[in-house]
């Protein structure tokens, strides 16, 4: 079993005609529909996949469809078998 330590992670969505339409759409209301459609797909997947409480998202990225979770190994390996989920990787920190 993985460890309890929880670390951040990247996940990166499959292929997703709403988004690709949202994000065609350069307006101010069209960057402000992307930003609501991304983080509720988001925490939806998260609240449907994992524990409540056991996770905390950061971010929800919106040039790619995507988001950043602080999360354990094991939690990790759930979220790679979701549906949807394209890419789960750790956050790699490069030395300065």
């Known amino acids: ?15 997703d005609p709403e988004y690709e339409r949202l994000r065609a759409d350069r307006t101010k209301r069209g960057a402000y529909e992307l930003d609501v459609y991304l983080s509720r797909k988001h925490d939806e997947l998260l609240a449907n996949t994992l524990e409540h409480g056991s996770y905390k998202k950061t971010i929800s990225l919106v040039i790619v469809d995507g988001f950043a979770v602080e999360i354990t190994e094991a939690q990790a390996s759930v979220l ?7 890419v789960v ?8």
């Open 89 to 96: 990787e750790k956050n790699q920190e490069l030395p300065h």
């Open 1 to 15: 079993m993985g460890s309890i330590e929880t670390e951040r992670y990247f996940v990166f969505m499959n292929y």
């Open 80 to 86: 790679r078998s979701a549906n949807g989920v394209r």
